[in-house]
């Protein structure tokens, strides 16, 4: 195999990631390299140096810059996305501020993220409302017919569509564009959970025009942790309550959106994190990103038929970039998720989570731009050994 064009070895020493372990598991929290986390350092010294100018003086253009930079990488108008910490917290002011009534529905696939399906039966527990997780079977082959099963589960009582651009647990990509427009057409509005798109998978939401979107730049862009934003279409951003009421509310000082005022100035806060998102856009830049990921997602195809190899298990989706990008769920029949894992982590020093999701055992990979065909090697030993 040899799909190495890419210095792995000089990309793997620009992050902080312990040399010893062999880090498969980007996707749970993301990990940042030294010169993101330098200036994220940077802001935190600059804040503790002089506390008053720093928020006097300093903090609103440096996230007005933060913004900005991000609104241009996800193709939206800056005013329109407010950073928070992480995606659930984003999800909750939104969700917590929706007028649902008794009997209303939200439309959401089986593929969910744990602590938003909370959220969800949590909110839905005191106003009536249904949540309503359609399946989608796995193996997961066609669009077209995810698409259609779907969306046969609206009905008149349908709110809102909830749904993973790419999901969780199974690690594949829903067909977000599609869904937005048919909701648009039937007048139902769209929330979509892209906690691992940005940076991962290209993303244009001025193209997929969803009414909200919250993504995480702690994960596949590497920015320092606590780092998300929520999006929401202009036309909406009066309905959205603040989750914690702050000066913004009823501001003596009005900006120019009550949106950003509600979300954005949340008193004694440290926003280096969200500062520092400018400098993880522009690392990726820096190293020609498209073609990391184009090597990452090949070697993650070549990992995904290797471990199918050992277990005689069918993959869950098609081996295309629009099936999965650079993290991908394995089958692993009739393993113990806790052992394997443990294994790999105690004899072989391999990051990666293995677990259960419904009835099935699932390994999930990700390659980030520090991992190499060697990673790849280790894992496939370690579960030669392990699971057969
Ligand atoms: C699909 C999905 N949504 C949302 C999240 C948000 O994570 P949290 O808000 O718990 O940091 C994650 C994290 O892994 C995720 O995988």
Redesign the pocket.
């Known amino acids: 195999m040899s799909i190495e064009s890419i210095d792995f070895h000089s990309l793997k020493a620009a992050y902080i990631l312990d040399p010893t372990i062999t880090y498969l598991n980007h996707g ?1 929290f993301g990990a940042c390299p030294k010169r993101v986390f330098l200036d994220y350092q940077q802001w935190q010294r600059k804040l503790e140096a002089e506390p008053v100018q720093f928020f006097e003086k300093n903090l609103q253009p440096a996230i007005n810059r933060a913004r900005v930079k991000l609104g241009e990488f996800i193709n939206c108008n800056s005013d329109d996305l407010v950073y928070f910490p ?4 984003a999800l909750n002011a939104v969700i917590r501020s929706l007028k649902l009534t008794p009997g209303d529905e939200i439309l959401s696939t089986d593929h969910e ?1 744990g ?2 399906e909370r959220t969800w039966k949590y909110y839905c527990r005191k106003t009536g409302a249904r949540f309503i997780q359609r399946p989608v079977h796995l193996p997961y082959t066609s669009k077209k017919k995810m698409m259609a099963d779907f969306l046969a589960g609206i009905t008149p009582k349908t709110k809102v569509i909830f749904i ?1 651009e790419m ?2 647990m199974t690690a594949v990509i829903f067909p977000i564009k599609e869904i937005c427009r048919n909701a648009e057409a039937a007048g139902i509005m769209t929330i979509v ?1 892209g ?2 798109v940005p940076g991962h998978i290209e993303l244009d939401l001025s193209e997929m025009r969803p009414d909200i979107y919250t993504g ?1 730049c702690h994960k596949w862009l590497s920015a320092p942790k606590g780092s998300s934003f929520l999006y929401v279409k202009r036309a909406l951003q009066d309905q959205i309550d603040p989750l914690v009421i702050s000066w913004g509310w009823e501001s003596d000082f009005p900006g120019r959106s009550q949106f950003l005022d509600y979300h954005q100035w949340q008193g004694t806060r440290d926003m280096s994190a969200f500062f520092a998102v400018p400098a993880a856009i522009e690392f990726q830049n820096l190293h020609n990103w498209p073609e990391v990921r184009n090597r990452c997602h090949n070697l993650l195809v070549e990992a995904r038929r290797r471990i199918s190899n050992i277990t005689g298990a069918e993959t869950i989706c098609p081996d295309s970039k629009s099936y999965f990008g650079q993290m991908a769920s394995i089958r692993l029949p009739n393993a113990d998720p806790i052992k394997v894992r443990t294994a790999l982590f105690q004899e072989y020093k391999i990051e990666v989570p293995v677990f259960k999701w419904k009835d099935e055992i699932f390994i999930r990979v990700s390659i980030q731009a520090y991992n190499s065909e060697n990673d790849v090697d280790k894992l496939i030993e370690a579960l030669k050994r392990i699971v057969s």
Request: net charge negative; proline share 7%; glycine share 0%.
């Open positions: 749970s992480n995606p659930t917290t993220y602590a938003l993973s999901t969780s959970d906690a691992h995480a």
